[in-house]
């Protein structure tokens, strides 16, 4: 079965960084999407960026310019690299991972994704 561990969370200042990783196991597709996900506490949960399997990257407005995603096939493992980090940021991160053969360049929805990790926590102080 495909399971997902986040790790990299921590507390930052404003303007500091951080990186999260997100280790997939039971890996045996070709095709795929994944996702950076976040959920503060009494908020619904926003796509933060994605990427297929092509490589192509998408991001929401509010991170744009900010954060990175990237990937490792090697080593079946998911980054976010987060510069700038805005108090706005804080929230529980998610990584998600969906291997249905659908092709899209972005994928930032919820409902587009099977497979969740169990969260990574990022406090940015201001």
């Known amino acids: 079965q495909v399971q997902l561990m986040e790790s990299g969370g921590g507390s930052v200042q404003a303007g500091g960084s951080l990186k999260l990783s997100c280790v997939v196991s039971g890996y045996t597709y070709s095709t795929y999407r994944m996702g950076w996900f976040r959920q503060a506490p009494g908020k619904e949960r926003e796509g933060v960026a994605s990427?297929?399997?092509?490589?192509?990257?998408c991001y929401a407005d509010s991170v744009k310019g900010r954060f990175t995603i990237s990937q490792d096939n090697t080593k079946y493992t998911l980054y976010l690299q987060m510069d700038s980090l805005k108090p706005e940021d804080t929230a529980m991160y998610y990584c998600?991972?969906?291997?249905?053969?659908?092709?899209?360049?972005?994928?930032?929805?919820?409902?587009?994704?099977?497979?969740w990790g169990q969260g990574a926590q990022v406090t940015v102080s201001s």
């Open positions: 990427i297929n399997y092509a490589g192509t990257p």
């Open positions: 998600a991972a969906d291997f249905r053969a659908v092709w899209s360049t972005c994928w930032l929805g919820p409902v587009d994704y099977n497979y």
